[in-house]
């Protein structure tokens, strides 16, 4: 069994900048992060290849495209969201997950799951 434990949420104005860690208790294949807000469903935001070798294979949700970016640091099993230009509608617990099998952004897809770190961005 995987724990992910996340850390880095926290309060910005929109704008701004929040970087965002899950750190995992051992290795694993694919990372993504997801994100849900009151009242809506939970949302694939960003996934990456963890696992042996090169990475560089990474998916993002369109309404993140250009402003996030994935990554990972296979030496301490942490992977990292990087989140610039934040707007209001960002706001939300921002969940890492862990698959064995796929790359995706589907929450179906992602057996392990952090308990999640609140993002708030105000306008």
């Known amino acids: 069994q995987v724990q992910l434990v996340e850390s880095g949420g926290g309060s910005v104005q929109a704008g701004g900048t929040l970087r965002l860690s899950c750190a995992a208790s051992?290795?694993?294949?694919?990372m993504a992060w997801f994100r849900q807000a009151p009242g809506k469903e939970r949302e694939g935001v960003a996934a990456c290849y963890t696992g042996a070798g090169v990475g560089g294979h990474s998916r993002y949700a369109d309404s993140v495209k250009g402003r996030f970016t994935i990554s990972r640091d296979n030496a301490q099993n942490t992977v990292y969201l990087q989140m610039n230009s934040l707007k209001p509608e960002d706001t939300a617990m921002y969940y890492c997950?862990?698959?064995?099998?796929?790359?995706?952004?589907?929450?179906?897809?992602?057996?392990?799951w952090g308990q999640g770190t609140q993002v708030t961005v105000s306008s």
């Open positions: 051992g290795s694993s294949n694919f």
């Open positions: 997950a862990e698959s064995r099998w796929i790359l995706s952004l589907e929450d179906s897809d992602y057996k392990y």
